[in-house]
């Protein structure tokens, strides 16, 4: 297991969960303190995974069970996508994944940029573009990689 505080660092004490800030100098003890959480992306008993930097509250509520990331409450999205599942697959296959509706272009065009953004702190190593195509009255957010 890595130290906490390279963890921290590699992550710009960011929690991989919420997005919020980590503060390193906060008792690893306080529900908004540190912790490394083992992300494993590998099948169950495997070895391996990455480690990443949580707040100790996200960390113990996600516990053994896959984590949910949250889309922004600001954003006006319809059937969003599970964001962890989408990294996952964008990963393993590339392609194109339909992600979320939107009723106009600009919440599309908003909801585009704000998940580049996130998923370039949840999975660094992965590049993702958006793609909106209008239709049936409104707008369909897709993410494509290579």
Do not use: Y
């Not at 113990?60 to 949910?68: F, I, N, S």
């Not at 990963?91 to 272009?105: D, N």
């Not at 585009?112 to 998923?119: H, K, M, S």
């Amino acid at each position: 297991m890595s130290r906490l505080d390279e963890v921290g660092e590699r992550d710009s004490w960011r929690c991989w969960l919420c997005d919020e800030p980590v503060d390193p100098d906060m008792s690893v003890n306080d529900p908004r303190g540190p912790s490394v959480d083992a992300l494993s992306t590998a099948k169950k008993g495997a070895k391996g995974g990455q480690e990443r930097l949580a707040h100790r509250a996200c960390n113990t509520k996600k516990g053994a069970v896959k984590p949910v990331v949250p889309w922004a409450e600001h954003l006006f999205v319809v059937d969003p996508a599970p964001i962890i599942g989408v990294v996952e697959q964008l990963t393993r296959k590339g392609g194109r994944v339909a992600v979320a509706r939107c009723p106009t272009e600009a919440d599309a065009t908003e909801a585009g940029t704000w998940l580049v953004d996130r998923i370039s702190r949840l999975a660094p190593d992965l590049t993702v573009t958006t793609r909106i195509d209008s239709g049936g009255g409104g707008f369909l957010l897709s993410l494509t990689a290579p």
